[in-house]
Each structure stands twice: as C-alpha cells, then as structure tokens.
C-alpha cells in the first residue's frame, strides 16, 4: 500500500512539475520555449551574400535506430493554428475522406503525411505553406553565421522549418544581393545541407567581329551589334516568378527591333502583340524612348523543366544616330536583370500589353521581393576631324573648302560654313535630299514619302542646294555605296568639323582655294583604335597620322595653310623641261654666232 502511495504521490509531482510551466507560459501570454537537444544544424551558403537563416521547430522526438519515435508538437505552430495548418495540409496534399486528416489529428500522423513529400519542388511548396502557420516572431532559432557557415546548435531531433528571411541589409543600390528560400527537413544528430544559390547574372558585350567586348568604336549610320548573357534560374518554390531584362539606349543609338532569344542554342518565342491568345510566347519586348524591356512571360512554368544555370543569350542592334556625342564621354548602354528572390511573393511577368506585372519595389528600410543585378555597361565611341584653315602669317582664311574621301563612314556630321536651301527642282546644281531623319544625300530615297522623307507630300522629291553661310551650320550627309566624299567650306573662323568617324584612313583635298592664294597639297589621315584585351580605348588613346587628338576640341586637328603668290613649276615638271630646251637652245645659238664671228674675221 505505501509503495502504491509513494508512486502515485510520484506521479502527481511530476505531472505538476511538466505543467507549471505552461501554466506559467499562459500567465504570462508567451509561447514555450523550443525543446533542446544535442544536435547541430549547419548551412553552407554558395554565394558571398550575407542570408538571415532562421530555424523553426514543427515536430521533436526521441531516436531509435536511426528513426524518430515518441513524437511530440514542437514550439513553432501554435496549438491554436494547428486546426487550421492541418486543414491546408489536406489541401496541399489532396486528401479528402478516409485519406485526410483530421483537424485535431495526432503529431505522428501528420509526421506520416510529411514524410511522404519527397519532391524537391514539392518539399519547397511545403515549407512555404508551413510558413504561413508558425510564429516568426517568438519562436525563430538564430543561424549564425561563421565564414559562409550558419549553424543553430543543442537543437532537439525533429522536423524543422528553415527559413531564409534575409531583410534589407544592404543599401537601395545593392539590394541583389538579397536572395529567399523556404525549405523543410528531418533532424536526427548532427546534420549539414548545401543551400546553393545560383543567383542570377547577367553579362551584356559588344559584338566587334569574332570577339566579345566592352566598348568599340564606330561611325555614324554604322550597326553595333549586342550581345545579353544570362543564365536559367532555379524556379524551385515559385509558383510565379518574374524574370525581366532592363536595357537603355543613350540618345547615339537607334534600337533596331530586331531582338530575338536562344535558351541552350534554341531560339525562344517570341510573342509580337505582347497579349497571348493565338500568338503566346515565351517573352515579348516593349520599346519607349530608348528603353527596351524584355519580358519572360509565366517565367515559373517556362523554366520549371530547363536546366538550371543553361545560357541564355539575347542579340540585338542598335545604329549609332546623329545625336551620337564624340569623344571620350562616348555613347554608352546598360543592361540588368530585375527578377523574383522570394517565393511566397506572386510577380508573373506580363499582366497587360507594355505593363509587366512587377513586384511593387519595397520602401527603405522594408524587405525586398526582388533583385537586380549590377548594371553592365558598354560604350560606342566615335570621333571627328578638325579641319583649321590659315595663311602663311598664321592669320584665319576664309574661302576655302575641303572634301574628305573615305570607305569608312557612312554619314558624317559635317559643322561648317556651309548650309541647305531648297530650290527650284529644274535648277542643275540642286543635287541633295532631305531625309526623315534630318540627314542629306545625294542618293535619290526609295519608297513613298512617309517612309524615308523629312517633308510632307507637298516636298517630295524636292532638292537641296548646298550654299555659303556666314554662320557656321550643322549638317548630316549620308554616305552612298563604296568610297565616299563629303565637301564642306570653313566657316567664318576658318574651321570645319568632319564627326562621327571611325579608325580609318582619310584623304583631304582642298577642293576651292582662296583667290590669291595657291592650293594646299592632300593629305592622308590615318586614325588608329589601339586595342588592349580585346577592348577599344576611348579616343584620347587614339593615335592619328598628319593629325593630333586634341582632347579639349575632342577631335583630330590639323592646320592647312595656303601661301599667296606665284609658285614655281615643281622640280621635273613641263615648265622646267621647256626652260632646260630654251636655255640649251640659247647656248647653242650663241656658240653658234661666236664661232661664226671668228670665222669671219679670220677670212678679213
């Protein structure tokens, strides 16, 4: 009978002593603390960027031969959402009838019903509906980070939540680094997973030949054409994702519309009208002002199935325009990737025509649900020739006129004395076009006027003359096929201004000479890109023949100088020949007449 006594009295002080705390815990309106073991959880993170690793305990239990038994609710899911998580693991799993769980169903039976999801994919679905239930305020376990590695250690054997709930740590302008991910496993002793973050990047070059580069040079009209590496992200956990590319055009570069996508080698389709139905792609492209926008569309379903980390390569071009600014500034393009990096945040990709459904971007301070990687910039340079006309005394000349020959622009502008009047169609010398584009040419444009002509119906075929100005005037003159010439006076300061040129070689010719004044011989230009690494220097690191780069006039300079007066015939030229023949002829006659002299006098 005492030992009966003894136990019992055993019994009721144990039982007390496991409720006190809860009674506590209830007085005091706080959650029990996790369960502790001896176990330890470690993370090794792939990337380099700073995570917030949190652990949440769903289930604990003793092990047995490897195996968890004795299993007990752990702290994370309140006992007053458990009703309601059970329900959605019904859902999520699609029992129904005999197969569900009940709402007050036992913690092994839901263990069962866990165990069973063995689906990465499906694994990380799981987590985040776990997410929705468990109390992240109270009951998270810190992961601290040591050198790339996060750990949580005394942790009891069960199963844990793991979240990665990384918030705004970086500034507005490094918020990429910031990377999400959900994922829910079984503890039994020490245990370290790999949490791999292939995190999204992007590499945008330039096109030069055979080779991928940072910057080039070119000439105005000439195609630069665009190369946009990216790689296949890891959609797993998402149910939308939002997969965009950002590209902007400087006011030097005209977008082609000629985008297209490989994936693998494999062209990707294109969707034209940017709203399904009939015509549904895989990504479609809006175009405003120099902003291109390309957009992959149902981008977690495009790329469930691809191969993570596959290439992906956008081409594209744009045409180096009018508006292109010379020199070392150059004309640059950038490029980045704005994508999903938390899972239970919806971003689809495409919502209506031209309006992606983006991911509303967080204030400062709040977390983001999305990333963007670095802007990779490229750079278009061009330069110009500077032509400066003076006399012999060093003083301005006007008058003068110069044309520059060369198989390397295809429009040049031309800043000089010179500008355009329209004329009289039948006039003789009225031999250039105006374009849509503000360019002349003496090519006659093909097609009807809307499509290539600046002026209305009224000014079609309508011609141009090119006439002295006393102001100086900027003009575009658009090259035709093969060698090109292009004329232009000096202005009132004796210069003019051939821009947007390339390396190349130059020929300039005095083509009308001051009165009074003898012409200057040509001269040959040669401009020279050194390139170092397959990358184009900006053009202060030009070099130049019979011209400098002067870095304050961003241009190539030369001076012409003409000189009055009557010149010489040159050495070997008609004029001397005929002097060397009337001199002989002089010599001969006079010998001739001395000779004959004597003669005579000798005969007296």
Request: aromatic share 8%.
């Amino acid at each position: 009978m005492k030992t009966n006594k003894r136990r019992l009295l055993a019994a009721l002080t144990a039982t007390t002593l496991a409720l006190t705390p809860c009674f506590a815990a209830g007085m005091m309106n706080a959650m029990a603390a996790a369960t502790t073991g001896t176990s330890t959880l470690s993370i090794t993170d792939s990337d380099t960027a700073e995570h917030a690793y949190n652990a949440y305990q769903l289930i604990t239990g003793t092990t047995e031969a490897g195996k968890l038994t004795n299993l007990q609710w752990g702290s994370a899911i309140p006992e007053g959402s458990r009703s309601d998580f059970i329900t959605a693991l019904n859902t999520f799993l699609s029992l129904s009838g005999t197969n569900a769980l009940a709402s007050n169903a036992d913690v092994q039976a839901v263990a069962e019903k866990l165990s069973k999801v063995t689906d990465s994919d499906k694994k990380i679905e799981l987590a985040k509906l776990i997410s929705n239930y468990v109390d992240k305020t109270n009951e998270k376990i810190d992961m601290t980070n040591n050198s790339g590695t996060y750990s949580a250690s005394n942790l009891a054997n069960g199963w844990y939540l793991i979240l990665d709930e990384t918030g705004s740590l970086k500034t507005p302008a490094n918020e990429n680094d910031i990377v999400r991910s959900a994922n829910i496993l079984k503890l039994i002793g020490d245990t370290t997973i790999n949490s791999k973050h292939s995190l999204p990047t992007l590499e945008k070059k330039i096109v030069d030949g055979t080779n991928l580069v940072d910057s080039n040079s070119a000439a105005i009209g000439d195609v630069v054409e665009y190369n946009i590496s990216l790689k296949v992200p890891d959609v797993r956990g998402y149910d939308k994702y939002f997969y965009v590319v950002e590209d902007t055009l400087s006011a030097g570069l005209t977008y082609n519309d000629d985008l297209s996508i490989t994936l693998s080698g494999t062209p990707v389709h294109k969707d034209t009208d940017g709203i399904g139905g009939t015509d549904l792609g895989d990504y479609y492209v809006t175009h405003d002002n120099g902003e291109i926008k390309v957009v992959f569309e149902n981008a977690a379903t495009f790329f469930k199935n691809k191969t993570v980390d596959a290439p992906i390569v956008i081409t594209y071009s744009a045409t180096l325009n009018s508006n292109a600014v010379i020199g070392d500034t150059g004309n640059p393009n950038t490029a980045k990737l704005v994508y999903s990096n938390d899972p239970s945040v919806e971003g689809n990709g495409k919502n209506e025509p031209g309006k992606p459904d983006e991911p509303k971007k967080p204030e400062p301070g709040e977390n983001s649900v999305i990333g963007e990687t670095p802007e990779d910039e490229v750079t278009t340079y061009t330069t110009a020739i500077k032509v400066i006309k003076h006399d012999q005394a060093g003083q301005i000349l006007k008058g003068a006129a110069f044309t520059l020959t060369s198989s390397d622009f295809n429009e040049v502008r031309v800043v000089s004395g010179y500008s355009f009047e329209q004329n009289d169609d039948a006039k003789a010398d009225n031999t250039y076009y105006k374009l849509k584009d503000g360019s002349y040419t003496k090519t006659a444009p093909t097609g009807a006027y809307t499509s290539d002509l600046l002026y209305d119906k009224n000014a079609y075929n309508k011609k141009f003359n090119k006439v002295y100005s006393t102001s100086t005037g900027t003009l575009i003159e658009k090259a035709g096929s093969g060698s090109y010439a292009v004329e232009a006076q000096v202005d009132e300061n004796g210069v003019i201004r051939f821009e947007g040129l390339k390396p190349g070689t130059y020929t300039l010719h005095e083509s009308k000479v001051p009165e009074g004044y003898n012409a200057a011989d040509d001269v040959e230009i040669t401009i020279t890109a050194t390139k170092e690494e397959n990358n184009v220097k900006v053009p202060s690191q030009w070099t130049g023949t019979n011209a400098a780069y002067v870095s304050a006039d961003k241009a190539f300079e030369l001076t012409v100088v003409n000189r009055q007066g009557a010149t010489l015939p040159s050495t070997g030229g008609v004029g001397t020949k005929l002097f060397y023949l009337f001199g002989s002829a002089f010599v001969i006659g006079a010998s001739t007449f001395i000779v004959t002299k004597k003669r005579v006098g000798t005969n007296k």
